[in-house]
């Protein structure tokens, strides 16, 4: 018996949920061979393990991993570089130790012209859904589509100007799950006309900066498949002069506006398998308290959401323009890469060379 335990599933979503159920032990690189993903983990306790040549294999390689002796040297020293990992040939199967992170990586898509960062940028459909693509092909499985900015002094749409972009956009990124079957999509509204109007399309969370949603259309949408992602925010669109209370702990505030939703949920037989917190950064709290929620998150309820890709806390740091920030997102993403479920990014360019450099160290 040994401490060690290979997780596997056909879906490297289901995989990182099997992680996060284990309560984040520690863990190797993701593995994939045979259309499938695989995971090592170390446990506090010894389990017993049954497995066959090719699933030894990538069991040894993940311990070698994890325990970083020269074994892991000897079976690196074999490996080629290969698209987004390091592959192995053992007896004619290729496995790959992936460069994936835990987390699971949403990537945003504003179709606005006004968003903070990239405003204007997604406006044309074809740059949408070649951009969705090429995401897709670096291992984004989740997309992020917002068709309104909350960002401060953001002009603010009606439910029918939303549901417009909706019903012109939407269909087409759709339609890309036909080619793509593992890519899932959210859709970034708080006006609850949409939310009931989305509830009847192939979609796969809604993520709610309002965290507000009420209780007959939360039903729909969890009778449809559709996780909800509640997150906390005192204004929308955001201001920046309304932050909690600097004499409050941010974290316990967040916790005890958690703990109400549950409440309530629960009180109304909500399924909270399909609730995902958000604590909102960047609505709401100035950058020292986004900084300390962050250094907190273990006190927080999961599954948990991170969203400050380019936002304000970066500026507390550096004279730094939003585009400027994707350096620090993605090294605060890496930091973070197996803490929470969801680390939602604007940009995949230098995270992706992060979290190759993170899984190689």
Request: hydrophobic content about 35%.
């Amino acid at each position: 018996m040994m401490n060690y335990l290979l997780l596997k599933d056909i879906s490297i979503y289901h995989l990182r949920l099997k992680y996060f159920h284990l309560a984040k032990p520690v863990a190797s690189s993701i593995f994939y061979c045979q259309n499938t993903y695989y995971l090592v983990v170390k446990l506090a306790q010894n389990v017993i393990t049954h497995y066959n040549i090719l699933e030894q294999q990538i069991y040894k390689w993940g311990i070698a991993q994890i325990e970083n002796k020269v074994p892991y040297i000897q079976i690196e020293s074999s490996t080629k570089l290969v698209s987004n990992g390091r592959e192995l040939d053992f007896n004619n199967y290729k496995i790959i130790r992936t460069f994936y992170g835990l987390s699971e990586i949403m990537q945003i898509f504003n179709i606005t012209s006004d968003s903070f960062s990239d405003g204007g940028k997604y406006l044309d459909i074809d740059i949408v859904l070649q951009c969705i693509e090429e995401s897709y092909s670096k291992g984004i499985n989740l997309i992020d589509i917002g068709f309104e900015s909350t960002r401060p002094d953001a002009i603010v749409k009606t439910y029918q100007e939303e549901i417009r972009l909706i019903k012109k956009y939407l269909p087409d990124i759709i339609r890309l799950k036909t080619h793509y079957p593992n890519l899932r999509l959210s859709i970034d509204t708080y006006h609850q006309e949409s939310i009931n109007y989305l509830s009847e399309y192939d979609i796969d969370y809604i993520n709610d900066v309002s965290g507000n949603l009420d209780i007959q259309s939360l039903r729909k949408l969890q009778a449809n498949g559709i996780k909800y992602i509640a997150m906390h925010s005192l204004d929308i669109p955001a201001v920046r002069e309304r932050i909690i209370n600097i004499t409050t702990n941010p974290t316990e505030y967040i916790s005890h506006w958690q703990f109400n939703i549950i409440k309530k949920y629960m009180d109304n037989d909500i399924d909270m398998n399909q609730i995902i917190f958000d604590p909102g950064i960047g609505f709401g709290k100035n950058p020292a308290q986004a900084f300390s929620i962050i250094r907190n998150l273990d006190k927080l309820r999961s599954p948990l959401l991170l969203g400050f890709s380019r936002k304000s806390l970066f500026g507390y740091l550096s004279n730094s323009s939003p585009l400027e920030r994707d350096i620090y997102t993605a090294y605060l993403v890496c930091q973070l890469d197996g803490v929470v479920e969801y680390l939602r990014v604007h940009d995949i360019n230098y995270l992706s060379k992060m979290l190759q450099l993170k899984n190689n160290i």
